[in-house]
């Protein structure tokens, strides 16, 4: 038996370091980007522009000049970039930084609640057709967004909800998108229906079986579509490039397009940290919510 034992375990423990060494080989191989786009951002202009060759990522092996180009004023002077523009002297980075969250925010509690509906209905209740409507459902996952960008446009114009962030925060409202409704759905199924029979036989309607018994145990999923909502509204650039006119009402991504066609590539290092700033959120909310999100991404694959 020992001698099973040891023939068995040893190769565990020798695949498990392998695993571990292979994950932080490539975490740190896809962090790589992100070091340099922060050491770009302390450089100044003058250093750029006088050391061209050090714009790429190999540049990050040169320590021993690092001491000579720290500026990380870099960061002040990019979040006050905008008010040389004239008539905007009160247009800081943290409008376009408000402007983003509040519309995030919205799109993501929009996308959360009608998304788990939806998906409740789909995973929980019986009734005719619901095979085909989720069918229909899944189908347009496959339909590009350009397809129906104008005529979406046009129904929007008609509102008269141009030029405000209607458009950015009412479709969230509407069902949450399929890939969230589809991976929640995944999810709830893998929640025993016993409870559901339980609640019932207590006279639990099926609005408080989605509320105290779905949602408290379907965390790890709600937190999973939280994030992949938070990360696509807050990087949107086409949609508040369309529909948005004021300047004033601009988001962090449209600001960092304009910053790109104020300064081009003169000004480098000014760009990546308006960039370093607009990530900021998102890697502190990932770190926060790894743990779930990881959680949620593996058990919405089980079946019932």
């Not at 202009?45 to 180009?69: G, I, K, N, V, Y």
């Not at 409008?95 to 996308?111: E, K, M």
């Not at 609005?207 to 779905?214: E, P, Q």
């Amino acid at each position: 038996m020992m001698r099973l034992r040891r023939r068995y375990v040893v190769p565990e423990k020798r695949n498990s370091l392998l695993a571990r060494i292979l994950v932080v080989i490539f975490a740190a191989f896809f962090t790589i980007p992100l070091i340099w786009c922060l050491s770009v951002s302390l450089r100044s202009t003058e250093h750029m522009s006088a050391h061209p060759e050090q714009m790429l990522p190999s540049s990050l092996l040169l320590r021993e000049e690092w001491p000579d180009f720290l500026r990380a004023r870099n960061y002040t002077e990019a979040w006050y970039a905008f008010t040389d523009i004239p008539g905007k002297e009160n247009l800081t980075f943290s409008i376009f930084f408000r402007n983003t969250a509040l519309i995030t925010v919205f799109s993501v509690v929009g996308t959360v609640t009608t998304a788990s509906l939806v998906a409740f209905a789909f995973a929980r209740l019986r009734f005719k057709g619901r095979t085909v409507l989720f069918t229909i459902m899944l189908s347009t996952m496959f339909l590009p967004a350009q397809v129906t960008m104008m005529t979406t446009f046009m129904l929007w114009d008609k509102l008269h909800l141009i030029d405000t962030w209607g458009p950015l925060i009412i479709p969230a409202f509407f069902g949450g998108g399929a890939f969230n409704i589809f991976l929640l759905r995944q999810f709830f199924l893998t929640i025993p229906k016993a409870l559901d029979e339980a609640a019932l036989i207590d006279g639990c309607s099926y609005i408080g079986i989605y509320r105290h018994i779905i949602m408290p145990l379907s965390v790890p999923a709600i937190v999973t579509i939280s994030l992949f909502s938070f990360m696509g509204q807050w990087n949107n650039l086409m949609g508040p490039l369309i529909y948005l006119n004021t300047m004033s009402k601009y988001t962090a991504s449209i600001a960092l397009k304009l910053f790109s066609d104020q300064y081009g590539r003169a000004d480098v290092p000014h760009l990546m940290a308006a960039s370093m700033i607009n990530t900021i959120p998102m890697l502190v909310l990932f770190f926060i919510g790894q743990r779930y999100f990881i959680k949620g991404v593996q058990l919405s694959g089980l079946k019932e």
